[in-house]
């Protein structure tokens, strides 16, 4: 099921994409690839749901919901989806909401998403389900207990709107120093206030910046090892009920 833009919304905006090696894209607007060149796929399980002590948490019976800055390729949520049956026993549902100003095309998807035979099943079916002109709120229901939600617009804009907040967080946008916006204080805010006490984050940036800004919102810091060649990632939790607001 796909809900589009109305009529009299804007579309969004689309980026350039330069292929590299192959089948890697890079975003000539950000200068950046949309993920590491070792192996995004595995960096996906390293940073993303090692950091957010996934599996284990979503093994109980409820909804849990994913918020990722940054669905670009959809291989973070792939990826997330093939754990996902690989351990969920019965009893759970997982909600996949991510957030997207510049959504790519099925094609450039599927594209992207060919190297790794591992989730050639999830890229399929995605792909498939992906609309033609993706605006607005696609939204896909998978396996009857898995739902992606991806919202198209400027990040802070569309989580001030959303109703729910997340259980863990996937901060994946491009570099902070390509895209600054997507790591700013005012944003990190925002992401603590919807976030579930007990909830958490994980990202592959471990700037300084980034780091202080996460703090300040009011999140308890973990720094680890990052994955392949960058040396630091950071986590961590949301331990009270109460704290900054955006």
């Not at 670009?72 to 093939?82: A, D, S, V």
């Not at 609309?131 to 939204?139: L, M, Q």
């Amino acid at each position: 099921m796909t809900r589009e833009t109305p009529e009299n919304e804007p579309a969004p905006d689309r980026q350039t994409l330069e292929w590299r090696d192959g089948d890697m894209p890079y975003s000539q607007e950000f200068g950046d690839h949309f993920y590491c060149r070792e192996d995004g796929r595995l960096e996906c399980g390293h940073v993303f749901l090692a950091g957010n002590g996934l599996p284990r948490r979503w093994e109980r019976p409820g909804t849990f919901r994913i918020g990722e800055l940054g669905f670009g390729t959809g291989l973070n949520f792939c990826e997330t989806w093939r754990q996902w049956k690989e351990t969920q026993t019965g009893g759970a549902h997982l909600h996949f909401v991510s957030f997207e100003r510049f959504p790519m095309q099925a094609a450039d998807i599927g594209r992207a998403l060919s190297r790794w035979s591992e989730i050639d099943l999830e890229r399929q079916t995605l792909t498939k389900s992906w609309p033609a002109d993706p605006a607005g709120v696609v939204d896909c229901c998978f396996d009857r207990n898995v739902r992606l939600t991806v919202i198209c617009g400027s990040a802070f804009d569309e989580i001030g709107r959303f109703a729910q907040a997340m259980d863990a967080w996937f901060l994946d946008g491009f570099a902070p120093r390509r895209n600054p916006d997507m790591w700013s204080d005012r944003l990190m805010r925002l992401i603590f206030c919807k976030t579930v006490d007990g909830g958490s984050f994980a990202t592959y940036a471990a700037a300084g910046h980034v780091r202080r800004n996460l703090q300040a919102a009011g999140f308890t810091i973990e720094r680890r090892s990052g994955f392949g060649n960058k040396r630091e990632m950071l986590c961590g939790t949301k331990s009270l009920s109460l704290g900054p607001q955006p």
